[in-house]
């Protein structure tokens, strides 16, 4: 399954890339093909990185979250742009155990 991995950015220590990183390895290792915005090209503004997110967004089965999601303004932008679509949205857990 093709995964957005979607969850906080902003204001959190080295953009929360660690956990997107991890989330990604993980969701690969688990046979998923994944998109994850911590892999897009540096932006200038938070507009063109949600840009660029929504695109990649587009292109995907479904939305595998991080913790912490509900509270960001571009995770949620996501999430609500995916549940529009009719798209799958749950925890990065979640789409582990499924392919367990």
Not at 6 to 30: H, K, V, W
Not at 51 to 77: F, H, K, Q, Y
Request: proline residues 6%.
């Amino acid at each position: 399954m093709k995964l957005y991995v979607s969850g906080p950015m902003t204001g959190l220590p080295e953009f929360n890339y660690p956990a997107f990183d991890q989330a990604a390895s993980e969701l690969r290792r688990a046979g998923h093909e994944v998109c994850s915005p911590h892999e897009v090209e540096v932006q200038e503004t938070w507009e063109d990185y949600l840009r660029i997110d929504l695109r990649l967004l587009l292109g995907c089965e479904a939305v595998a979250t991080l913790p912490g999601w509900e509270s960001s303004r571009g995770a949620s932008l996501e999430c609500h742009v995916a549940r529009c679509l009719g798209m799958t949205i749950a925890p990065v857990e979640a789409f582990l155990a499924e392919a367990a």
